[in-house]
């Protein structure tokens, strides 16, 4: 086996297949649909190198824990020791305070190799958006490292009662994909993030490492290597060019870009087709392809983030990435990787990790003269949402996303009933200001919500449809409700819903609205439809931060685009809400002129994220709609 673990040029040429794929993907967006699956063609090459070696050692009786977690460290530490550190710098510099904060504990998650379960954790409806995480991409190198931290024992102890390593690979990487098939269904960000649905593209990669070890022979060259190789090549291209990361990702899809891979891997080396993946340029980025993976996200969230990434930031990125991976790899992994004193190397490393991880719970404040913008608009805005209420009293169980909040007058019967998703819950605040400062004679409100829920009637995810349910029941059993308004970000629901796992579809969002409204109206109840407003908005481009890289100002919105992003659902709508006598409140013509819409009045930011209004947003809405909402909120 000594004499197969020997180089393999196409190995690094498939890195850089890998590797390019995922720059391509995040740097300039539409270009390659599939470059994410660059991430599973590195889990079934890191599977099957670490395979081989483990493998080659305990054939010997040379494997050894301690030797081979320290070659983990001096390989891995050196690159995102520099990286987690910069980083640090420049978020210090470039970053909001909350932001920072969130940076701080990225960085000890990806200290720890835990940043899938920080990951994980964070995800909802109003966690940051994830282009602007800069060590988002540390998720699949925690993959790998808790991969790295139990595979050896396992293996090292199939191998002691003599088990056959193929069959517990096998076993592993079959109820690993199983856990993937069945997760990606109920719930895909665990499927995404959680190691146990994620490993088994490392474990095809080791099946195969351990089938080679117990044939004991290699591909050989002729017309079968020639075959499998195009067939992986194909496979390849198709998973980048074909697959998307829409829903249902990993998932079954996954054993696409999984199976091409194993078969580059075998049959690549001792086919001619194989020199497209062992030539020099490719071979060199292959080399360079793990300080690549980190820098290139990095520079590209803290662009995204200052000032909303233009084209020619873009190209930067991509060309610095590379200059700055090349350095790494020349100046640091490779000294720190080989040569002499290895003990010393690497418990040098772990005391940088660790240095960084201390550096980043201390979080340096954020003050002084470079800062003083910064705090001014702190000052000034929030990016706030009202607090969550739970909606127990009416469903008997708590959800996360629930937004049952009492109204203007708490203890009153409502004469009012807001209903719809996170987007009422923004509307709440609004009809919370306009309460206060109109005083109309009987307006009570109530408002009963879910994020990501729309109030529609059989529609949407399960838990969805239980609120909705529960929503009519409290209409219906309410006699003093007169008016029931209906909130929710429509043109989302009106495409089928591009987040979660809704699977509607537009046919089903118009018969769903027209149930809702007629339910209701059977019920003797006038029924008032909220609009969504503008979306799209970069609220926090806003406050000018000390470190940015062109002159682009990043706090607008145009008309344009923000009609764009509506989409085209009022042409169907709106003529039937007429028809039905249903009232409409458009926040547009309020937010909008013929050319902006706005972001900020004077120093007040109105967004608190690129889709809902801040809850000064909101109360603004309310002061200069007040007239029309006394029209439309009047019982008729």
């Given amino acids: 086996m000594s004499a197969a673990l020997s180089y393999r040029p196409h190995i690094d040429g498939l890195r850089a297949v890998a590797v390019l794929a995922v720059l391509v993907y995040h740097i300039f967006p539409g270009k390659l649909a599939g470059g994410f699956t660059g991430v599973d063609v590195f889990f079934v090459i890191s599977g099957y190198l670490i395979s081989r070696i483990i493998l080659d050692g305990l054939a010997r009786g040379t494997f050894r824990f301690a030797d081979f977690y320290a070659r983990r460290v001096r390989r891995i530490f050196p690159a995102l020791c520099l990286v987690l550190a910069t980083g640090l710098v420049l978020g210090w510099v470039a970053l909001l305070p909350d932001e920072f904060a969130q940076l701080a504990r990225h960085t000890v998650s990806g200290a720890g190799f835990v940043q899938n379960f920080r990951l994980w954790s964070e995800a909802g409806y109003f966690d940051n958006a994830s ?48 856990a993937n098939l069945l997760t990606v269904r109920t719930d895909p960000v665990a499927a995404f993030f959680l190691p146990h649905t994620r490993m088994w593209g490392l474990l095809a990669g080791a099946l195969l490492a351990a089938l080679q070890a117990e044939a004991r022979h290699e591909a050989r060259a002729g017309w079968h290597a020639e075959a499998l190789t195009l067939a992986g090549l194909a496979g390849l291209a198709g998973a980048l060019v074909a697959l998307s990361d829409g829903h249902g990702y990993p998932g079954w899809r996954e054993q696409l870009p999984v199976g091409a891979t194993v078969l580059l891997i075998y049959a ?16 060199w980025i292959g080399k360079i392809s793990y300080p690549l993976y980190l820098w290139h996200w990095l520079l590209l969230a803290f ?49 940088a990790m660790a240095l960084v991880a201390l550096t980043a719970t201390w979080q340096p404040p954020q003050d002084g003269a470079l800062f003083a913008s910064i705090e001014r608009a702190r000052a000034l805005n929030k990016f706030d949402y009202p607090d969550k209420m739970s909606c127990r009293w009416l469903t008997g ?17 409502p004469t009012v009933a807001l209903l719809g998703d996170s987007f009422a819950n923004v509307y709440a605040g609004t009809l919370l200001e306009y309460a206060t400062r109109r005083q109309p004679p009987g307006f009570v409100f109530r408002q009963v919500a879910r994020g990501e829920c729309p109030p529609l009637a059989d529609y949407g995810l399960p838990h969805c449809r239980e609120l909705v349910r529960a929503q009519a029941a409290y209409v219906a059993r309410t006699p003093s409700i007169r008016t029931v308004v209906l909130a929710a970000h429509w043109p989302g629901y009106a495409r089928g819903k591009d987040y979660a796992v809704l699977h509607e579809n537009a046919a089903r969002f118009d018969a769903a609205v027209r149930d809702t409204v007629e339910r209701y109206q059977r019920l003797g109840r006038q029924v008032v439809v909220f609009l969504a407003p503008p979306t799209g908005a970069n609220p926090r481009g806003c406050i000018p931060r000390p470190l940015h890289f062109n002159d682009k100002y990043v706090c607008q919105r145009t008309a344009e685009d923000a009609r764009r992003s509506d989409g085209d659902y009022r ?66």
């Fill in 131 to 178: 282009e602007q995480k800069p060590l988002l991409h540390l998720w699949s190198l925690a993959i790998e490292e808790q991969f790295y931290l139990i595979y050896p024992v396992v293996l090292w102890a199939a191998w002691r009662r003599r088990w056959r390593p193929t069959v517990v690979i096998a076993v592993l990487a079959t109820l690993s994909f199983a």
């Fill in 268 to 283: 690549g080396g001792a086919a001619r087709l194989g020199r497209l993946l062992a030539n020099a340029p490719m071979v």
């Fill in 303 to 351: 662009c995204r983030i200052v000032d909303g990434a233009p084209a020619r930031e873009r190209n930067a990125v991509f060309v610095l990435s590379f200059v700055l991976a090349w350095l790494t790899w020349r100046l640091l992994e490779t000294p720190l990787r080989h040569g002499g004193r290895p003990t010393a190397k690497g418990w040098g490393l772990a005391t």
């Fill in 397 to 413: 169980v708590d959800t996360a996303e629930d937004w049952c909040n009492d109204g203007n007058a708490p203890g009153q019967a």
């Fill in 571 to 636: 042409a169907g709508l709106l003529p039937w809400l007429a028809q039905r006598n249903v009232a409409v409140f458009d926040p547009f013509p309020l937010l909008c002129d013929a050319r902006q819409c706005k972001v900020m009045e004077r120093e007040m930011i109105l967004y608190a994220d690129d889709m809902h209004l801040s809850g000064y947003g909101a109360r603004w809405l309310a002061r200069r709609a007040g007239g029309a909402l006394d029209a439309l909120l009047a019982p008729r």
